[in-house]
């Protein structure tokens, strides 16, 4: 035996336990090493208008956003806490189990990760003034203990409930003694319910993948639920005027509404808080001297700008600030999207796998580009009409400059006036609504893009469109299908609230600009026709009726 193979069969043991033990040790480090600081909390964005009234139906602005969401991010294998809509979203990265815990009635929901003013978030189709038409599967809410309910309905042997197929499968019960509908996707889980809620009154829950939405009263006084902390208020203020509070977990503002009729419906047109100097809209309107790289933050602070890659990217430069609003306005509404997805995360990836995406294509995204340009010379003349006092003289706003923008005339609402949306072509899709084609049940969520294809709203106050671009699991592209008039201007409405909100942070110009030129002295007006102060008690509203839709919703799965 070689001298060789002798030192080998005779190393001492304690070098091997040595070298197992050093090898231990490395593998510690190694994985120590892996694991970067948990990066810091995004800053609260700032305050979006000098004025009380910075935010929207459906989304718009301020500091909020959609589905207004604490997201506390800890990267390299640390906890990542989102509470959005209410539930828990808990994910280990870097190596480590994602577990999702809806927890209905959960705490508080407030996004403090968005890079310029919020907008209201719009998780449901009602949350923008909205009706969605009940029908499409959904999860209903959990109970209230952390667990997560696909909550099914049977009337009971003697029951009252009369039953009706719905087309491509379901079903409608209704009651005529209680006067209470309840509806259900061909697997039984109940997708809907309508019940009376006081003396006059009545309470309507709505389930799809974006969660429950539960609204009671009617337009002009009515609530409207997303989840704990997360919803609005909306009541008269003055004649022809309405309020809504909304509330996004520890925050809460207000924006005025005006309403007015066209073809015996009614509809609400957003009532700007303030207005900018002539050269501030010239320097809006105008091309940018030099290109503009712009920073939307990384996937940890803005992941709604990247969750949807095969969808939208934003551009890699821009030339000018119609360009610039258009991807603000397009990623606000992906914002609401994204936290609405992280409420409903099991059936969010199931949709997500049924079809594929259309992406917004570069002509798409030119015509938009072209409306918001359109917008701020409306706005610049509506501004000019208003006078130096900072708002329109009584009787000045005429069916003319009402149609170009001017709602902070005085008096009376006149009692015809087409919605300003009806002078549009494509729609950024601002909230969730549940529509049908060919009576097949389907979505569009926010982000989603549509294209008005009829002049006039039918009988029933609806308008043709086509959908050009959607997300995964949404309606797919070529879809022809009919949305009310009042939530296509609902969809304008947020429009308008973006472009103003994507215009305050050009005005601001501060160090949360990321890249973006100086701009002129923006010379902001206050317009009191615009202003109102939030509810005191929106919050107790929201969570009284979160109790009232719970044991409601008790009582139908006891039937």
Known sequence: MSSRSRGFL????????????????????????????PAPHPAAPAQHAPAANTAHPGGAPNTTHPGGTTNNVHPGGTTNTMHPGGTTNTMHPGGTTNNVHPTPGGPPVRNTSSTGPGRNPTPGSTGSGAHPTPGISGRASGTGNGSVQHNTFQPGANSSYKATSLPKGGTEYHDAQSNRTIRTDPAGHVTHITAQHGVAGSMTINHSSYGRVVETGHPGNRVVNYGPHHGYVERPLRHGYYSRTYVYGNRRYAVVYREYGYRGYHYYRYVPAYYYGPRFYSYAYNPWPAPVYYAWGGPIAAPWVYAYP???????????????????????????????????????SEAAAASTSTPISPEVRAAIADEVK????????????????????????????????NDAGGGPPPPEAPPPAMNLKFFVVSSPLDVAVD???????????????????????????????????????????????????????????????????????????????????????????????????ADSALVAQQDEAARLEAQVVQN
């Open 10 to 37: 005779y190393t001492p043991r304690i070098t091997v336990l040595l070298f197992v033990l050093s090898a231990l040790s490395w593998a510690g480090d190694t994985k120590k090493a892996s694991a970067p600081a």
């Open 310 to 348: 095969t969808y939208f990217a934003p551009a890699p430069v821009y030339y000018s600030p119609d360009s610039w609003l258009t991807d603000y306005l397009l990623t606000q509404n992906l914002q609401a999207a994204y936290q609405a997805q992280q409420a409903a995360a099991a059936e969010s």
């Open 374 to 405: 359109q917008q701020i010379a409306e706005e610049q003349a509506a501004a000019k009409a208003s006078g130096s006092g900072g708002g329109a003289s009584p009787g000045a706003a005429t069916g003319q400059n009402l149609a170009a923008g």
């Open 439 to 537: 009576g097949q049940p389907c979505a569009l969520t926010p982000g989603d893009i549509i294209e008005r294809r009829g002049k006039e709203p039918d009988a029933n106050g609806e308008v043709k469109v086509e959908v050009v671009s959607s997300k995964p699991g949404d309606c797919t592209a070529d879809s022809d299908l009919n949305v009310k008039m009042a939530d296509l201007q609902e969809m304008h409405n947020n429009f308008r609230e973006n472009i103003d909100a994507g215009l305050k942070v050009m005005a601001d110009n501060d160090s949360t600009s990321k890249g973006l030129p100086k701009s002129p002295d923006a010379q902001v007006r206050n317009v009191a026709e615009g202003t109102c102060q939030a509810s005191s008690d």
